[in-house]
């Protein structure tokens, strides 16, 4: 139930402090972690992780990409589950394929599952429903354990999608003796983020006006950052256009000089993150690049790289997996904008909740 909300995206946004807590808790005993050790093994083992997965679950793939490949050293590819089951590609050697599904019913992705279990690939499936069809049909699950979404505008699944991929890198570098998998405490960043979380919904009004002020009556809207931000930039924007019907784009920061900067106009809106350590210093040059051409331009950033005049300066967490914090400022902005339009927040038009159709 609702509860004493209005809607359910504002209940399962608040939500999320509290499954990242239960996510540490439920995966970690002590310091060790509990997880399938012949699904280790087989992470382990393998020479390329697939990731596969559609819409907000490809978003948390394409961060998933970086915390697998620095906590447990193994390339990784992340696919459209509609594009890669009908062009998939030359694979490599020995494979293994992660699903990401919140329901564990997305029909795009369970056609690619059935070519990999034809192929004879072993694979994983991360999913918040546990005895999903995806969940069934793969040779290992793990739980997102955000506990049932309602709002078909995905939140509390993504940021509990990126945990569980961290705490599965963390295991599988650990399994492989890696020292960056060694080195980070993962409890003390679950803690972390569930707490820069709260101090983000404990700030609701804030993001209410920011709504008002930079997407009343306007059409379009852009999300840009680099690195991990951008791969974040591109959920942020999933969440604005798909409830509020704003046309949003995400964009990496230093892409945009190649062409789409045309479409900056006076006053249109441009979300800019700097949560990227390396990226940092670029996108506040393409910052500058869009304000000379009239962008009305709100900073989101970490504390570590914040500059005087940032309007929304987040708590930090480790780089890796700070989309985790970064994404609530706009899942918040999505939600204020929809509101105001008078939109059914959560069930935004010709939307359903699992995609049962290829
Ligand atoms: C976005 C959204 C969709 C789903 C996508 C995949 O807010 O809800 O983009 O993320 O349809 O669904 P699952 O994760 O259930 O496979």
């Given amino acids: 139930s609702k509860g004493t909300y209005d809607t359910f995206m504002l209940k399962e946004i608040d939500e999320q402090p509290a499954v990242m807590r239960k996510i540490s808790s439920h995966y970690f005993d002590g310091k060790k972690i509990n997880v399938d050790q012949k699904m280790l093994e087989d992470v382990a083992s393998a020479d390329r992780l697939y990731i596969v997965a559609a819409g907000t679950s490809y978003h948390a793939a394409l961060v998933g990409k970086d915390i697998f490949e620095n906590l447990a050293d193994v390339p990784v590819d992340v696919e459209l589950a509609s594009e890669f089951g009908y062009h998939m590609p030359k694979l490599s050697k020995k494979p293994f394929f992660i699903f990401l599904s919140q329901s564990g019913e997305t029909a795009d992705s369970r056609q690619v599952l059935v070519k990999v279990n034809e192929l004879g690939y072993h694979s994983l499936t991360m999913t918040n429903v546990a005895n999903s069809t995806l969940s069934r049909e793969a040779t290992y699950t793990m739980e997102l354990l955000a506990g049932p979404e309602i709002a078909v505008a995905s939140t509390k699944a993504y940021t509990a999608n990126i945990a569980v991929e961290a705490v599965l890198a963390k295991a599988v570098g650990e399994f492989k003796g890696v020292k960056a998998a060694q080195e980070l405490d993962l409890q003390e960043q679950l803690a972390l983020a569930a707490n820069a979380i709260q101090t983000i919904v404990d700030e609701k009004g804030k993001f209410k006006e920011i709504a008002d002020d930079y997407l009343t009556g306007k059409k379009d809207a852009f999300y840009i950052g680099r690195g991990i931000d951008y791969a974040l930039s591109l959920e942020a924007a999933l969440k604005l256009k798909e409830i509020s019907y704003i046309h949003s784009e995400g964009f990496a920061a230093g892409e945009l000089k190649h062409g789409t900067i045309s479409l900056i106009e ?78 059914n927040v959560d069930q935004p038009r010709n939307l359903a909740k699992s995609v049962t159709v290829e």
């Fill in 266 to 343: 006076k006053d249109t809106p441009v979300f800019a993150y700097i949560n990227d350590g390396v990226g940092a210093a670029h996108t506040r040059g393409n910052i500058q690049e869009v304000v000379a051409r009239g962008a009305h331009v709100l900073v989101i950033s970490n504390k570590k790289y914040a500059e005087k005049g940032d309007q929304v300066v987040v708590p930090e967490i480790d780089e890796m997996i700070s989309p985790i914090v970064s994404v609530v400022p706009a899942q918040l902005i999505a939600y204020y904008a929809s509101l105001a339009r008078g939109n």
